[in-house]
């Protein structure tokens, strides 16, 4: 969405396609959906000079000459990822080689990201180490017009919680029992959950007081924008909120089996967490309780973060690329 701001900004006259799974999918002002899987996707998907993915482009894609792909990626990694996983087999593994071969350019959030993506995919051509376009937002969006979409009160403390997926059971995604900690937690405030991609399906089985499934929610950088603070667990939200500075709890009640067994991380959390790492849920509730207390304990540890993995985010990352 950022570059495509930005492109429209700089180059009016080139066409801009969006890849949409259904019709009901909105699309930038003045750039123009293709439904995937239809003959005009193929066409376009063939004929278009340069490709923006932020995943993989998959068996189906066969570059042609005249075409670069720009790699955006979805975000700086704790959990490993591609070679770097244990126990990867022979076709995966080459799976991931074929698929990072059809790459002109990648793009990084930071130079930390950059050494794991040269290592994980065994990547040499160039990288863009610009910051995020994505969050370039967080640096002065309209919070209260998001709040007032989503008839949020101005009044309301907002928690975002956005976990990432398990490998064991892909289907299940609120580990915190989001409906019984909000009423716990009472006072005035409003739980946002974001399940990830590959887990929770938009609305099939939330239903609760200040709970507020937002799963379908097209632009996650808004939820960022309006929530006071973010509830993750091992998820790469953590990089693109702490553009923000506002506080990060880590509910990580699976943390030995998920960095021992499932993925492994790329560093030690619990060392350089600009937050409260907890497995209790009662004791998150009593840290989210004192926000102002949390965010004074580790304010050291949050500006470390920061200078580490958004040195480039400063609002005008999509400027730059585009």
């Known amino acids: 969405l950022a570059l ?8 009016p006259d080139i066409p801009r396609y969006w890849g949409v799974r259904d019709a009901s999918v909105s699309v930038p002002e003045g750039s123009i959906a293709v439904l995937e899987g239809s003959e005009e996707w193929w066409r376009v998907r063939g004929a278009v000079r340069l490709i923006v993915i932020n995943d993989w482009l998959r068996n189906r894609y066969r570059k042609r000459r005249h075409q670069k792909v720009l790699q955006t990626w ?3 990694m704790l959990k490993k990822l591609a070679l770097s996983r244990s126990g990867l087999r022979l076709r995966p593994a080459l799976a991931t080689l074929r698929e990072r071969a059809r790459w002109n350019i990648l793009l990084s959030q ?3 990201a950059t050494r794991i993506f040269r290592r994980a995919y065994l990547y040499s051509g160039p990288v863009w180490e610009e910051g995020y376009p994505r969050d370039d937002s967080l640096l002065g969006g309209d919070a209260a017009a998001v709040r007032a979409k989503l008839g949020i009160a101005d009044d309301a403390r907002v928690l975002l919680y956005a976990p990432t997926w398990r490998d064991d059971r892909p289907d299940h995604v609120d580990h915190l029992d989001v409906s019984n900690f909000t ?3 009472g006072g005035n405030y409003v739980t946002l959950i974001r399940g990830h991609s590959r887990t929770l399906q938009p609305g099939t089985d939330l239903y609760a007081g200040g709970v507020v499934d937002v799963t379908s929610y097209p632009d996650v950088s808004e939820l960022f924008l309006i929530a006071d603070a973010l509830i993750t667990d091992y998820s790469s939200v953590m990089f693109d909120f702490s553009v923000t500075g506002k506080p990060i709890f880590f509910f990580t009640p699976d943390l030995d089996r998920y960095r021992e067994v ?3 991380f790329y560093f030690d959390l619990i060392a350089v967490a600009p937050g409260p790492v907890v497995r209790d849920p009662d004791e998150l509730i009593e840290m989210i309780r004192n926000l102002n207390g949390a965010g004074e304990r580790y ?8 200078a580490r993995f958004n040195p480039r985010d400063d609002g005008k990352a999509a400027e730059r690329i585009s």
């Open 110 to 112: 930071n130079r930390y």
């Open 183 to 185: 009423e716990r937690l």
């Open 262 to 264: 499932l993925r492994g």
């Open 299 to 306: 304010a050291k540890k949050y500006a470390a973060w920061r």
């Open 4 to 11: 495509d701001r930005a492109l429209a900004i700089a180059r």
């Open 74 to 76: 979805h975000g700086t």
